[in-house]
């Protein structure tokens, strides 16, 4: 006989931690699977040389435990992955979160038994679990993607994926380096490891902005300021647009004088990092409003860079700035400047394979490597799902109900998948906003349907299709609406080869995502069947 619980969980990054909590506050029994040996998610893998937050430290964590905002002590502003991975390692001790889950161990399927409305969850320990409920918290950056480069594998050297980094590190001092990637993974690194070798060739596809992150350390009165109105940043997050508690400038990019202009946008980039895009409210969405934010980030960033040729290569021409996932670094651009750095623009001379030596470029050249670092990102969004065969009625997998790319209600639900829920994925604010919020938001959110169900005596919940197929055409139209589509980015899922082009998380912000499913909420879960 499988073991029979109320909940299987599966993933034990934040939004998993907080859903073991959560169900386990409403009484409710939970198995919990975790791929990695500990808690942590994206931050127990992504131990990279420079890997650190893009959302200030003091509104990336738990909102729920009013007494952990107090206890707690951040040191920097922008928090390193070790201090986040302590925060959450701290997490699980505080609350005994931890009994809850099977380490080491990743769910291979989930079946439903429509008749009984119960999912049967095996993992590859062999493990066979019989629930009501499956929430999946696997994260929208679990699932690394290396590219299809010819001769990968006859490298002589080391290869490093940054989202599978070694646990012990790497020693890199002395060492001719590549790195393969310039997105959020690769600028953060480069600067550092640049720090530590002896060679270091940065091979670029696409040019990326990065905004520097103005990190420092907390000091004990900063770090009193922000508890005394932790409430405050709170409320503000949970109105924004990004879930951080910083809103947009009143007026248009164009309304505004250009005195007024340029201050904003000094101010946003004292601020740092990604909150850039958001200056002003249309940024995002009107094509002057956003290079007027182009050309003040460009006349930043040239003055960074000692060489005009090799700046000329890492200014973006292909994208208007915003619409792939602005990067925070710490002295980026002026890394170039060291002589031991060289840039290779793979636009006009592209790796034609990796050799034992190095990598081979299409005009001949042998770059000469021991070590390649592969910043080359993920297979956002649903790449972890379609790792897990889910079934649901009539023997339909998920991945059949999504190969024209997610398909959800809400982001919650998923028609023909009754009791099932993910946490903060496609089809909500997710990577576009604070991952902690949102996943506490989801986690909130379906505990309040769990109760009501369990209230009303009810066997189970089932986004209907209709409500799936509005959903996603809102989603559509909103993602048009916009300059998010512009850019050949994960969000679109245009960096894996194959998958089919449609814009994943929604785009309208994470104060008008939360005003959306609490009015479903109150209107007795409309879009959904009570089973
Ligand atoms: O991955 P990416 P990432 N040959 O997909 C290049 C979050 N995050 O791990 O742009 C050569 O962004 C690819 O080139 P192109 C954050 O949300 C946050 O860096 O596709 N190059 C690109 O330059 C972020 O957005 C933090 O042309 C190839 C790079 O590899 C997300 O995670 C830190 C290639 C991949 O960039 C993903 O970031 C880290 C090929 N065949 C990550 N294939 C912070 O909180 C791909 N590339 C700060």
């Known amino acids: 006989m499988p073991e029979q619980v109320d909940v299987v969980i599966v993933g034990a990054g934040f939004s998993g931690l907080y859903a073991a909590y959560r169900m386990r506050e409403l009484g409710l029994s939970v198995a919990g699977f975790e791929r990695g040996a500990d808690v942590g998610g994206v931050w127990y893998w992504n131990r990279y040389p420079g890997a650190r937050c893009d959302v200030e430290s003091v509104d990336y964590s738990y909102s729920f435990d009013k007494d952990l905002e107090q206890e707690w002590d951040w040191s920097e502003k922008y928090a390193t992955q070790p201090e ?12 005994d979160l931890r009994r809850h889950f099977t380490f080491g161990t990743s769910v291979v399927s989930a079946e439903l038994d429509e008749e009984r409305l119960r999912w049967t969850v095996r993992t590859d320990g ?30 002589a050297g080391a290869s490093y994926h940054t989202g599978e980094w070694p ?22 690194s480069i600067p550092e490891i640049a720090a530590q070798a002896a060679q270091l060739t940065v091979f670029q596809r696409s040019a990326n902005y990065s905004i520097p992150a103005g990190n420092k350390p907390l000091s004990d009165e900063d770090r009193a300021a922000q508890k005394a109105e932790y409430a405050e940043r709170r409320r503000l997050a949970r109105l924004s647009g990004g879930g951080s508690p ?36 249309d940024q995002l969405t009107d094509r002057a409003a956003n290079d007027e934010a182009r050309r003040f980030w460009e006349e930043k960033v040239r003055a960074e860079i000692a060489d005009p040729a090799v700046a000329e290569q890492l200014i973006p021409a292909d994208h208007p700035i915003g619409t792939k996932r602005i990067v925070t670094d710490d002295g980026y651009f002026a890394t170039y400047n060291r002589d031991h750095v060289h840039l290779v623009n793979l636009r006009g001379n592209p790796v034609e394979r990796v050799e034992a030596a190095g990598i081979r470029l299409s005009d001949g050249t042998l770059v000469e490597l021991d070590v390649i670092v592969y910043a080359t ?12 065969s889910v079934t649901g009625r009539g023997g339909r997998t998920l991945k059949e109900a999504w190969a ?18 993910n946490l903060a994925g496609p089809g909500s604010p997710s990577v576009l906003a604070n991952m902690i919020l949102c996943g506490e938001q989801h986690t909130d959110w379906i505990a309040g349907l769990l109760g009501q169900l369990r209230e009303g005596g009810y066997a189970g919940v089932e986004a209907r299709a209709d409500a799936v197929d509005a959903w996603v055409e809102e989603c559509r139209e909103r993602a048009e609406g916009t300059l998010m589509t512009a850019a050949n980015s ?25 005003d959306i499913i609490e009015k479903v909420a109150a209107s007795g879960y409309q879009g959904f069947e009570l089973l």
């Open 126 to 155: 062999g493990q066979v679990v019989e629930a009501r409920y499956v929430l999946f918290g696997v994260g929208c950056l679990s699932s690394t993607h290396l590219p299809e480069i010819e001769g990968i594998a006859d490298f």
């Open 404 to 421: 024209a790319g997610p398909r959800t209600y809400l982001g919650l639900g998923v028609d023909g998948f009754p009791n099932l829920f």
């Open 490 to 514: 994960w969000y679109l899922g245009a960096n894996i080869p194959g998958k089919p082009r449609v814009f994943m998380p929604f785009v309208g912000g994470f104060g008008v995502y939360g």
């Open 167 to 188: 646990h012990e590190g790497v020693d890199l001092s002395g060492l001719r380096v590549g790195v393969v990637g310039t997105g959020s993974s690769g600028i953060q």
């Open 246 to 281: 910083h809103m947009a400038h009143p007026l248009k990019t164009l309304e505004a004088s250009p005195e007024e202009r340029r201050a904003a946008f000094e101010e946003r980039w004292e601020l740092g990092g990604v909150l850039y895009s958001k200056t002003f409210p």
């Open 84 to 95: 986040i991975l302590r925060y959450v390692e701290h997490v699980a001790q505080r609350h």
């Open 377 to 388: 990102g993920f297979d956002a969004m649903t790449g972890s799902l379609d790792r897990i």
